[in-house]
């Protein structure tokens, strides 16, 4: 990991920045399908966690969040499959899940049924069943 980084990105803040080096994920279809099959979004209330290589910057995986009032919702989160298997996508979702609990935000997500194993080791429990899709809440640690 230390050949690694985590960093924080708005597009709002920086768009010409963040969509140079996120647009490839944003244009891939191969990333759609494996988030689900619908396109990523971005907005002025998502906040990325970027991995990056801190050698060439890379972008290795990202996971977003959209803070909606009380709730910080877990939107798409991705890692490249030369560097899966390794704990990278759990570090994202780890300083994700730190932010909302700083914010004392509760977590919300909408995830396929497959998901529900790894996200229950993170307190979140199935709110909602809809055919493959699962909405999972995990109240604020804080609160």
């Known amino acids: 990991m230390d050949a690694l980084e985590i960093v924080e990105w708005r597009s709002f ?13 944003f244009a891939s279809p191969m990333v759609r399908r494996e988030c689900g099959g619908y396109p990523l979004n971005d907005g002025p209330f998502y906040r990325w966690f ?5 050698h060439d910057r890379r972008v290795l995986g990202f996971i977003s969040v959209e ?6 919702h877990l939107r798409q989160g991705y890692v490249r499959a030369e560097v ?3 704990g990278l996508f759990r ?20 995830v396929q049924c497959a998901s529900a194993p ?26």
Not at 121 to 139: A, L, P
């Open 91 to 110: 570090e994202l979702l780890t300083q994700a899940l730190a932010h909302a609990d700083s914010a004392g935000l509760d977590c919300s997500t909408r």
């Open 118 to 143: 790894f996200l229950e080791k993170y307190g979140f429990v199935i709110k909602t069943t809809r055919g493959e899709w699962i909405t999972m809440y995990r109240s604020n640690k804080n609160a």
């Open 50 to 54: 970027i991995l990056r290589s801190r």
């Open 13 to 25: 803040d920086d768009e010409s920045t963040f969509f140079a080096a996120m647009g490839r994920f």
């Open 84 to 86: 899966r298997g390794i």
């Open 67 to 72: 803070r909606q009032e009380k709730v910080l």
